[in-house]
């Protein structure tokens, strides 16, 4: 069978696709134009839920601002009054100052803190370390306030155990410091000469140890010295020189002691002179004789 064309009076109807190439809905239209016809304005009704609303919120915004208001004049005008009772109030002044330990006279006569000064711009740390610089024979310095308005002030001196060749005093650590306003010593401090200060903590640490073992050969002593081999020189209060070579520690009290026997075993005539060769062994220079 031949198909059928336009020519012969039939016509094939081809339905329209949609872009997605499906058939339309069985009950597709197509949109209607919009017209541009006139809208009426519609009439505001008045809400009395809503207005009242509106009038509680300004409400709570002008208390807000009122009380804040009233808050900073108050605020202004007691801050005046505080920072008047911090300026003029016998309350936060000084009362006295109180010295205790050991506190030389300069520095009591000179200390930056008097009776009326305010209690709340002392800065004590400060005061501390500048009298620990002003005053180096000073071991330790403290200022601190009390609740009874007071200022307590204490110090302690350093304690001298021997001497430079400057005439300045050495404490067990090997800080010097002047003797300015020290008390008579009770006893004549040995004098230490080192040329460094390692040196020095060595003899100072001999010292001790001979004041504890031996005390009677510690007081006899009147200076220490050692050379560029580091031997160590001792010189009594009596004439004796003593060459004592290295200074070991373990031998310290045994050669101090030898001395002492030999002390009472010979007699002598200052300048004397001793000379360790060992710990055992001492040779002695013709100013000594055999009892």
């Given at each position: 069978?031949?198909?059928?064309?336009?020519?012969q009076?039939?016509?094939?109807?081809?339905?329209p696709?949609?872009?997605?190439?499906?058939?339309?809905?069985?009950?597709f239209?197509?949109?209607?134009?919009r017209?541009?016809?006139y809208?009426?304005?519609q009439r505001v009704?008045?809400?009395?839920?809503?207005?009242?609303s509106v009038?509680?919120e300004w409400?709570?915004?002008?208390?807000?601002?009122?009380?804040?208001?009233?808050?900073l004049?108050?605020?202004?005008?007691?801050?005046?009054?505080?920072?008047?009772?911090?300026?003029i109030?016998?309350?936060?002044k000084?009362?006295?100052v109180?010295?205790?330990?050991?506190?030389?006279?300069?520095?009591?006569?000179h200390?930056?803190?008097?009776?009326?000064?305010?209690?709340?711009?002392?800065?004590?740390?400060?005061i501390?370390?500048?009298?620990?610089?002003?005053y180096p024979?000073?071991?330790?310095?403290?200022?601190y306030?009390?609740p009874?308005?007071?200022i307590?002030?204490?110090?302690?001196?350093?304690?001298?155990?021997?001497?430079?060749?400057?005439?300045?005093?050495?404490?067990?650590?090997?800080?010097?410091?002047?003797?300015?306003?020290?008390?008579?010593?009770?006893?004549?401090?040995p004098?230490v000469?080192?040329?460094s200060?390692?040196?020095?903590?060595?003899?100072?640490?001999?010292?001790?140890?001979?004041?504890?073992?031996?005390?009677?050969f510690?007081?006899?002593?009147k200076?220490?010295?050692?050379?560029?081999?580091?031997?160590?020189?001792?010189e009594?209060?009596?004439?004796?020189?003593i060459?004592?070579?290295?200074?070991?520690?373990s031998?310290?009290n045994?050669?101090a002691?030898?001395?002492?026997?030999?002390?009472?075993?010979?007699k002598?005539?200052?300048?004397?002179k001793?000379?360790?060769?060992?710990s055992?062994?001492?040779v002695m220079?013709?100013n000594?004789?055999?009892?």
């Amino acid at each position: 069978m031949r198909p059928l064309t336009q020519s012969q009076g039939c016509s094939l109807k081809v339905k329209p696709r949609s872009l997605f190439g499906s058939h339309r809905p069985r009950h597709f239209r197509e949109p209607k134009a919009r017209s541009h016809s006139y809208k009426r304005k519609q009439r505001v009704r008045f809400r009395p839920r809503y207005a009242s609303s509106v009038v509680r919120e300004w409400s709570k915004t002008f208390v807000t601002l009122g009380i804040t208001i009233l808050l900073l004049v108050g605020g202004w005008g007691g801050g005046k009054r505080i920072a008047e009772f911090w300026r003029i109030s016998p309350l936060l002044k000084v009362q006295r100052v109180d010295f205790k330990g050991d506190i030389p006279l300069d520095l009591q006569s000179h200390f930056p803190i008097r009776a009326g000064d305010h209690l709340f711009t002392i800065k004590p740390r400060l005061i501390e370390n500048e009298m620990l610089v002003q005053y180096p024979e000073l071991e330790s310095f403290s200022v601190y306030r009390i609740p009874t308005r007071q200022i307590k002030v204490s110090g302690k001196y350093r304690t001298p155990v021997a001497l430079t060749p400057d005439g300045l005093a050495l404490d067990q650590h090997g800080q010097n410091f002047p003797l300015r306003y020290f008390p008579p010593l009770p006893e004549a401090l040995p004098t230490v000469h080192a040329s460094s200060g390692e040196e020095r903590k060595d003899l100072l640490n001999y010292l001790s140890l001979w004041k504890n073992k031996t005390p009677h050969f510690y007081a006899l002593i009147k200076k220490l010295e050692t050379d560029r081999m580091r031997e160590l020189i001792v010189e009594l209060s009596d004439g004796i020189t003593i060459d004592w070579g290295p200074g070991i520690e373990s031998e310290l009290n045994i050669r101090a002691e030898k001395v002492l026997r030999v002390r009472e075993m010979f007699k002598y005539t200052a300048p004397a002179k001793l000379t360790f060769i060992t710990s055992d062994r001492i040779v002695m220079d013709k100013n000594w004789k055999k009892e």
